[in-house]
């Protein structure tokens, strides 16, 4: 089993940052099997969408709305991902969840609680 805390979520102006971090609880028996870590994020009346994800080979992957702004890091050690968000939008308004992946002989995927980021105009 994974858990995962989310912090770092609030209100910002439009032009800000934030900086979200989220935190995996997982046995050392099973660290080896965390494999991809990332962002996705709903906004009101929408589907959740990727935000960003990465591996940890070091591949990357940003949706092509926040290409430029938004980078995603990861502590090995500590088991936590973090997703710097610069030049904020209005359009960024959404729940922001963390997503973690865990590969055996099949594919598990584990959720966040969720953290709102609002950017006002």
């Known amino acids: 089993q994974v858990q995962l805390v989310e912090s770092g979520g609030g209100l910002v102006q439009t032009g800000g940052s934030l900086r979200l971090s989220c935190a995996a609880s997982i046995s050392i028996a099973s660290i080896g099997t965390l494999k991809t870590m990332g962002w996705y994020r709903q906004a009101p009346g929408k589907q959740r969408e990727l935000v960003a994800t990465l591996t940890t080979d070091g591949s990357t992957n940003y949706a092509d709305s926040v290409k430029g702004r938004f980078t995603i890091s990861r502590d090995n050690a500590k088991n936590t991902v973090y997703l710097q968000m610069n030049s904020l939008k209005p359009e960024d308004t959404a729940v922001y969840y963390c997503?973690?992946?865990?590969?055996?002989?099949?594919?598990?995927?584990?959720w966040g609680q969720g953290t709102q980021v609002t950017v006002s105009s």
């Open positions: 997503n973690a992946v865990r590969i055996t002989w099949k594919e598990y995927n584990y």
